[in-house]
C-alpha cells in the first residue's frame, strides 16, 4: 500500500519479499481464493436475460445490489449509468451477438431486458453546478454542455430520458425491452421507475 510521508505526500509502495506491494495485491489474493473454488461458465446467453447499465460508482455494484452471480447478466458501467450512444452500440452488437449465436437458446421474438439504474446521491450530481462544471470542463476536456448532459441530479428524471432514449434508437432490437429504476443508497432498495417495454 501507498504510505504518506511526515510532508503528506504519497511514497513508493513498500516491497515485500522483493515485489512491490501496490494497492491490487490484496484484490489478487482474493482472486487467488475465488481461482480455487472457480468452475468456468460455457459460453451461452445469460441465465437472467438482463443486461444492466448502471453506475461506476463503488456503492452501486449490480453484483451485490442485486444479487447476481456470475454468467447472469452482463453489466456496461460509466459515470452516472448514462445512455450514451457508445452504450447504445454497446447493446445492439450484443443483441447482434445473441443472435447470432444463440438463436436456438433464446424466444425468436424475445432477446434480453436492458435494465437502465441510476441511483440517489450520484457524483455526477455536482455537474449541476455551474462552477463546478467549468472546473471539470477543464479538467477533462470535456465541454460543459456534454457534462451538464451527462449529471444525475434526479435520478427518477434521468432514468426516464435515458430509457425514452434507448427505446427511440434506430439501433435498438425491436426484440430488447427497456426498463428504468432508481436504486437508493440511503436505504439499499432499487425501485422500479419504467415498466419494461419495447421499441
Not at 456503492?59 to 458501467?77: H, T
Not at 432514468?159 to 434508437?169: G, N
Request: charged share 20%; aromatic share 4%; glycine share 6%.
Amino acid at each position: 500500500m501507498w504510505t504518506l510521508s511526515t510532508n503528506g505526500r504519497e511514497q513508493e509502495p513498500p516491497e515485500q519479499n522483493g515485489t512491490v506491494v501496490t494497492r491490487m495485491t490484496p484484490l489478487l489474493e482474493r482472486n487467488e481464493q475465488f481461482a480455487r473454488d472457480y468452475t468456468p461458465t460455457p459460453l451461452g446467453p445469460p441465465t437472467a436475460q438482463v443486461l444492466i447499465v448502471t453506475c461506476l460508482d463503488h456503492r452501486v455494484d449490480p453484483a451485490i445490489v442485486l444479487g447476481l452471480k456470475l454468467g447472469e447478466a452482463p453489466v456496461i458501467r460509466n459515470a452516472g449509468g448514462r445512455v450514451t450512444e457508445p452504450v447504445i452500440e454497446d447493446i445492439a452488437y450484443l443483441a447482434f451477438l445473441a443472435e447470432q449465436l444463440f438463436a436456438d437458446q433464446i424466444a425468436p421474438d424475445r432477446l434480453f431486458e436492458v435494465a437502465v439504474i441510476h441511483h440517489t446521491q450520484c457524483g455526477t450530481s455536482l455537474l449541476g453546478d455551474p462552477a463546478f462544471r467549468h472546473q471539470a470542463a477543464g479538467a477533462t476536456g470535456q465541454s460543459e454542455a456534454a457534462l451538464e448532459a451527462a449529471a444525475v441530479v434526479d435520478p427518477h428524471v434521468t432514468v426516464k430520458a435515458d430509457v425514452e432514449r434507448l427505446l427511440t434508437s434506430p439501433k435498438l432490437s425491436p426484440k430488447v425491452s427497456v426498463s428504468g429504476h432508481v436504486y437508493d443508497i440511503a436505504t439499499g432498495r432499487v425501485t422500479t421507475t419504467v415498466d419494461a417495454r419495447r421499441p
